[in-house]
């Protein structure tokens, strides 16, 4: 199921719920071809077994992004939509909310730092204890640290 989610353009758990299978067409319906890229990547991630996933496919309303989790310095919550930050500065906005990518990508060092912030550790560049705390990227982005959540930073931090 995990791998399946990294590739898919949207699941469906038993018992079938009526509006989430509409919306689940509709997304079928709204991308303009099935990527064949997309579906390369999901064999890939069936054979993988347990081992960590290398790559991702993000689905925006236009088209499937293929990037590889590396990539990813941090994830935004937006509502219903997660924008995904890189390390090239670029920005991808997803049809998921970040707990979808949240649960994905706790294999690769991802880290929840607030409500709406998930945060690649590998580059975090200095954690600013002022000003009630916040993450200091390697790109140069602030990421704020939610009072709740500034031990688990720390622990995660010691642990690098």
């Not at 699941?11 to 099935?34: C, E, F, H, N, R």
């Not at 590889?68 to 935004?76: A, H, K, L, T």
């Amino acid at each position: 199921m995990k791998a399946f989610r990294f590739s898919a353009i949207d699941y469906l758990l038993k018992p079938v719920d009526p509006d989430d299978l509409i919306k689940a067409v509709a997304k079928i319906q709204g991308s303009k071809k099935t990527s064949g890229e997309s579906l390369d990547l999901l064999m890939e991630h069936s054979k993988n077994g347990n081992k960590p996933l290398k790559r991702l496919a993000l689905n925006t309303l236009d088209k499937i992004h293929v990037v590889n989790i590396s990539d990813i310095v941090r994830c935004e919550a937006d509502v219903n939509y997660t924008m995904f930050y890189f390390l090239d500065k670029s920005k991808v906005l997803v049809t998921k909310t970040l707990k979808d990518f949240e649960e994905m990508l706790s294999d690769h060092s991802f880290l929840r730092v607030h409500q709406s912030h998930l945060v690649n550790t590998n580059y975090i560049k200095e954690f600013v204890k002022g000003d009630g705390g916040y993450l200091l990227m390697q790109e140069g982005s602030n990421v704020p640290v939610s009072t709740r959540k500034r031990n688990a930073v720390v622990e995660a931090l010691n642990t690098l």
